[in-house]
């Protein structure tokens, strides 16, 4: 699907790239100076939404640009216009509630670093779409770098195409190791009790002296074709994020370890 829409017009971004003929991220801004109020950006996503959806889906990411957002009640607002499901959140992260459907990122230190992944891709119930908002800008980096995950998926495929095939044919299986409490010194130390009930959601459970409890999960795939996404193959696991980490682990479903090579590139 072409652009065309009369509501919103195209900018740009420092970092936007074209991947495969789509611009990633696609910068949207208002049509005119005087259509950038939260009234006027509701309005134009609520007329226009099966057409958004479509450019979220074909270039990746949209960035929206030069309208007045102010604070998480009107982030909140633009959430519901877009009418998508509200998915209970299923991870490491801690993070905190500030109003409604809007929560902190990751309340963990900020000398962490976050590594590439996929929201709850280990969770069967995992988001189709992800929406952040910033509204105090740092005064130095404070990016959110994306990355095209199907590009990983081919590289992977160019440099290890027999360790690609096999995990992808045994699956993979993980294991992570939560505290009792939320821990915020680490950006994954969110504790279980706040976290998820672990047998419903089809986890395997071993509780800990200390109070902590390490769950497994497994098998999961290692790519996943999206529709509408041309049959590419994404990089949908979080290997980079569990193989070799302090309190958690990835190996193939097996129990056969990931091999050396191919962890060292991610």
């Known amino acids: 699907m072409e652009f065309s829409c009369k509501d919103f017009k195209v900018g740009k971004c420092q970092g936007e790239k074209v991947v495969d003929g789509e611009t990633m991220p696609l ?3 208002p049509q005119e100076p005087n259509k950038g109020d939260l009234d006027s950006l509701l309005l134009a996503l609520k007329t226009n939404k099966e057409w958004f959806e479509q450019m979220v889906i074909k270039n990746s990411a949209v960035l929206l640009r030069g309208f007045d957002v102010k604070n998480a009640q009107d982030f909140n ?38 590594y590439y992944h996929h929201e709850m891709v280990l969770i069967k119930e995992y988001p189709k779409k992800v929406i952040l908002f910033c509204e105090v800008p740092p005064p130095e980096g404070g990016e959110t770098p994306f990355v095209p995950s199907f590009k990983v998926t081919e590289r992977m495929l160019e440099e290890f195409p027999e360790a690609v095939e096999e995990m992808e044919s045994k699956g993979l299986k993980y294991s992570f190791t939560a505290p009792g409490n939320n821990d915020t010194s680490s950006m994954r130390g969110r504790g279980w009790e706040e976290r998820f009930w672990a047998k419903a959601l089809g986890m395997e459970i071993e509780w800990l002296p200390n109070g902590g409890v390490k769950t497994i999960l497994g098998p999961r795939a290692l790519t996943k074709v999206f529709d509408g996404r041309k ?26 370890e990931i091999p050396a090579k191919c962890s060292e590139e991610m």
């Open 27 to 29: 910068v949207l801004q």
């Open 77 to 114: 607002e633009i959430v519901e216009a877009f009418g998508w499901d509200d998915i209970l959140y299923v991870g490491p992260a801690p993070r905190t509630h500030i109003y409604k459907r809007v929560w902190t990122a990751n309340e963990g230190p900020l000398s962490e670093f976050i």
């Open 231 to 256: 049959g590419r193959r994404m990089w949908f696991n979080t290997l980079v994020g569990m193989h070799g980490k302090e309190i958690s682990s990835a190996l193939m479903a097996d129990g056969t």
